[in-house]
């Protein structure tokens, strides 16, 4: 034990930064569970701080946050990203080691940095220093970590507790784990991952990802993002190997923009819930290459334009139970000349308010709206799919309801047109279907309750 706390003394440590130092020479994650063997371990002299850290001191005061210093994380990260690339480590960060009785000369742990809150009761406060203007910054701009990063449940704070941004720009790493994490805004512009970006139930006020490539998944399940006065989620231009995954309880208040991104797997927003800023659509998509299916459905829900005009989607577009309103200007659903391999879905609970525009547009299978409902806004049709190429049917059926003008106008279908049980309704102005010029390979159904 003597030597133990003649280390605290040379190195200035508190107990929870001298634990984290220990699960990294160990090479296992650090959460609460080696924190307690941890303390278990210490001297008598170590007692009242790791009382204190587990709130059991005398006075019945709650527990206090458990803290790290942003600068002794981010020196580990740099070097043991430079121990990974046989380099050796830049001289500040080197120091601030050696201060911390860590040779960085030395990589300590084969799988990265992982960092483990148990939950909100535990949070993991990241306290940060440094500042770019007036806001403290957990600055890894630039940082080359070729393994995994792992900060979940972690709240990244400033010197008097005010949330902090996190900076990514240009940073090289291996994958990274944002699950549970509290911050302000995340810069990752440019970032490279050869991995996985995983931030389940993240909150925070934006994350901008712009022209980051993303070597796997980008997963923000159940995430919350809140700027209304812009961008919630940027992620313009960037290039993800798998899916985005923006789904079940995922949460956005400001756009969302995936303009021009492309996307090796599927874009999954079941369940999340998409509300437009002050300027700009809930969900821009226009110009996206998605090399699966889009899946908008089973409670998603977008208050604002969703745009794919001009994507590329290699799988089929599914809507079915989704809910589409849209913003003061544009349509609720705006497809114009977007290219989908296989079929659209917008069936059994969709639900629009606002125009739906597929003008253009080439589906490689059926169009399915039975059991859609579509309402024109002030201007426009209910459903837009003049010029439109349907490689198969197009199904507008039992429960289908269009309250104004649904357009097929020019269009060309390689199958039938069954508008079965479908109720379609005029608007103020124009028919209730027009197909005027309408190529269709297959039979015209108007029966069965067509009204």
């Known amino acids: ?13 508190d107990t929870t930064e001298r634990s984290l130092i220990e699960a990294l020479r160990r090479g296992v994650p650090w959460d609460q569970s080696f924190r307690d063997r941890f303390q278990s371990d210490l001297g008598a002299s170590d007692a009242q701080t790791a009382s204190d850290a587990s709130g059991q001191n005398k006075g019945g005061t709650p527990p206090r946050k458990t803290e790290i210093d ?4 981010r020196a580990l990260i740099v070097v043991e990203g430079a121990a990974a690339r046989g380099i050796a480590p830049p001289v500040r960060e080197a120091e601030i080691c050696r201060k911390a009785d860590l040779d960085p000369t030395i990589q300590l742990n084969v799988r990265g940095i992982e960092i483990e809150s148990t939950g909100d009761d535990d949070p993991i406060v990241i306290r940060c220093r440094q500042f770019v203007g007036t806001t403290p910054v957990f600055d890894l701009r630039g940082v080359c970590f070729p393994k995994r990063l792992a900060l979940q449940g972690c709240v990244f704070e400033g010197p008097e507790g005010e949330p902090a941004n996190l900076l990514l720009d240009d940073a090289q790493i291996g994958t990274i784990d944002l699950s549970r994490a509290h911050f302000q805004d995340l810069s990752g512009v440019q970032l490279c991952l050869t991995g996985d970006l995983r931030g389940v139930s993240m909150k925070a006020r934006s994350i901008n990802l712009s022209d980051a490539v993303i070597g796997g998944d980008l997963d923000c399940e159940g995430s919350e993002f809140t700027r209304r006065d812009g961008i919630a989620l940027h992620c313009n231009g960037a290039h993800i190997s798998r899916c985005a995954l923006l789904h079940d309880g995922f949460k956005a208040e400001g756009e969302v923009n995936l303009m021009g991104a492309r996307i090796g797997g599927q874009l999954t927003c079941d369940g999340g819930q998409f ?8 969900l821009e998509c226009s110009g996206a290459q998605i090399a699966d299916s889009v899946f908008l459905r089973d409670g998603f829900k977008a208050e604002g334009e969703v745009n794919f005009v001009t994507a590329r989607i290699g799988g089929s577009f599914e809507c079915h139970g989704g809910q589409f309103t849209a913003g003061e200007t544009g349509p609720a659903l705006h497809c114009n000349d977007i290219q989908i391999d296989k079929g659209v879905f917008l069936r059994d609970g969709f639900k629009a308010e606002g125009e739906v525009k597929f003008a253009g547009a080439r589906i490689g299978g059926l169009l399915d709206c039975s059991g859609g409902q579509f309402t024109a806004g002030e201007a426009g ?7 439109a190429q349907v490689h198969r049917s197009v199904h507008l059926t039992y429960g289908f309801k269009a309250g104004g003008e649904v357009n097929f106008g020019g269009a060309r279908i390689g199958g039938q047109l069954v508008c079965g049980g479908g109720q379609f309704t005029a608007g103020e102005t124009g028919p209730a279907l027009e197909c005027n010029g309408a190529q269709i390979d297959e039979s015209v159904f108007l029966s069965d309750g067509f009204k």
């Open 381 to 387: 049709p209910a459903l837009e799919c003049n010029s």
């Open 275 to 282: 509300t437009a800023g002050e300027t700009g659509p809930a």
């Open 1 to 13: 034990m003597a030597r133990r706390q003649e280390t605290k003394s040379q190195s200035g440590l």
């Open 70 to 73: 942003a600068d002794l994380l």
